[in-house]
């Protein structure tokens, strides 16, 4: 038997688009370089059909391997379970080796011969599969979960060229459609014997790429609300509005303790008709509520009015239209990931507004190309727990003796999980296996030139409801220059700028804070000299964007500035307990939406002292009531003003404004809810300008400068 039999043929061409990573999507990309390097020794034989007619025996060395197409259905001989070394050599035997005349590799047209053999090319095969065929399949609850999976934002790229090759990066898996082969010959590197969530994934966004199914296709799976509430979503919509309403007719300074108690329970009402983002941000707005009523230094009446009126444009979205987006999702599990390799760059302690303080490791994901963290932590007044003494503890994974480890190396977890969101999770179940210290210089997300950070800031800071965490907010800059430190006496806060090579400014910004310990020293008197590279957060502060340093990379190792700095510790060191798991996934406490958002601050352009104008006019109003503003007429030629500059929707809302508030002064209106629904509206947008005009001119301030003779090149 060789090349030119009728069996073996129908091999070759089977096999024909299976390159060395579709067969590592069979096994592992270890087993398929062993095949190689098995087949530089051995030579296979061919044994001819097996116990099926059309399968095809082939003895390689000690096995004897009975192929079979889809080659994931092979079998061998040797104890190895699923697909071993010896089927692996057999399958590229067969499909490299040369009858008399043909070349020893399949070309492109035995490719495409494969799907034309079926009547339609590769890309059509998937194309003509229809809800019936996938969920025959796949199993119909399957195919609704991914449809809804999809519906909700679950990321898959596809990678241009022939036929279908779709990465999940959440999930560290690559799917691939074997032209010929169907949904059965499909491969995945989940390795599932059955059909999986990814594979139908992959087809159905294929689909929708290329046209065939609309992109909203999967929309109303995501819309549905939970059938065992005792309120509908119109009831919990219309309760939030009332509440809303109330707070700005009585006056944000007639706050009592009974408006965050309803702002809660409606927050509960709203997880209970599957309305998450709503729930989010009505907790956010409750949480400020209380802040403001206690006086807190870090709270006013602007944070209570800028989020209430976040939660009323969510509640006018949801009822005109909603969508998935709107919708928003629970919090996401943490999921399965198998191995995953990460570097390990930074690290800090953190306390939020809410009352938790925790540790973060910061990692470069290299197979999903993103960002990962991994934290631990507590509310503030947890017994024993300590962020900076966790960060000398055990774990998070086994195979490290420590976080402080995790933070210089790069390592390889096997069996690890983590969530959409990039978090990883510490389950005691994850191996960790070092691979060396970490070199921030061959990160690919290294940032030399700070132009490059103004699309960031306009997706970061421009207002609206779009998903945001930290992790879209890292930042791994490289320093040509850097300047002097400045103390700023007003805002409490250490100011060092670093500049690129064409001469543009960023500050590194540390504020004073006693979690930052020493953290402000050690950047005040850092000595550049052998620093490559800095981590950070990308944030816009003061009209400008800064970065808030975590961790400087020197020629002498990393300085974790948080940490490093001598950050205080109270308590034992903690060790690492068995339900750390539950208490890092129920918490999330820097999680971006929850926490709602910073005010940009007033420009010092026309347009901008004009806006802020208006939001401090629409704040008077919204902390006194709608009886007690005086200021119409002001309001009334801002409104002229915005129209005349080309702000039409905020003009046009601020115009509302002021025809309510007349017609509740004439008494032509009772009820002053629809002054305060007005007022809530106008001030979101007004805040939404204020964002786009504060990024707009701190992205232009990046500009080339003229060298400082002071600054000291690293």
Known sequence: MDGADPLVATFRRGLAAFDDDALAALANKGLVRRARKDLETISPRLLGAGDKPDRLRVE???????????????????????????????????????????????????VEAVS????????????????????????????????????????????????????????????????????DGMLCSCHAAGACEHRVAAVLAFQIDRGARPPEAFAE????????????RDEVLASVGDVLAQMVSTGLSRLSRGTAERLRTLAISAQGVDLPRLQRLLHALSSEVELYLARDAQADAARVLGQAARVEMLRLGLL???????????RTAYEPVGDVELVGLGARVWRTRSGFWGLTIYFWDRAARNWATWSDSRPVATPGFDPAARFRADGPWSGLGCPAEAARKAVRLSGAYRNRQGRLSGRPSTQAMTLGPSVPDEVPARIASWADLASRASSLFGGGFKDRTEQDAIVLIAPALWGPAAFDEVRQELVRDVLDAEGRRLPLVLRHEEIAGKAVATLERHDP????????????????????????????GPIHLSLDGEVRAGGPSPTRRADDRDAEEDIEGDDAEAGGEEPAEPTATNLGRLLGRVADDLLGLAEGGPAAFGRVVPLRAAAAGLEALGLGTLGEAVGRVVEVLESLRR????????VSRQVLIAFHLARLCQSQEAVNLAAEAIRPAAADARSTPP
Not at 221 to 232: E, V
């Open 60 to 110: 390689v060395a000690d096995g004897l391997a009975e192929l079979a197409l889809p080659p994931a259905q092979s079998r061998c001989s040797c104890p190895a379970s699923g697909i071993c070394r010896h089927i692996l050599a057999a399958l590229i035997f067969v499909k490299e080796m040369a009858s008399e005349g043909d070349p020893a590799v399949a070309t492109t047209e035995e």
């Open 320 to 330: 005109k239209r909603p969508s998935p987006h709107l919708v928003g999702q629970h």
């Open 529 to 556: 000299s052998g620093t490559t590279s800095v981590l950070g957060i990308l944030v816009l502060e003061a009209g400008r964007l800064c970065v808030l340093p975590i961790t400087l990379h020197t020629a002498k």
């Open 221 to 232: 799976s995501a819309l549905s609300a939970s059938s065992d509430a005792p309120r509908t």
């Open 116 to 183: 034309e053999a079926s009547g339609l090319p590769a890309s059509a095969e998937v194309l003509a599969l229809d809800d019936e065929a996938i969920g025959k399949w796949s199993g119909r609850p399957l195919l609704n979960k991914v449809k809804k999976m999809l519906a909700q934002g679950l990321p898959v790229d596809l990678e241009p060229g022939y036929g279908l090759v779709a990465r999940l990066p959440t999930r560290n898996v690559t799917c691939r459609w074997m032209p010929g082969g169907g949904l």
């Open 667 to 674: 008494g032509e209106l009772s009820d002053p809810a629809p």
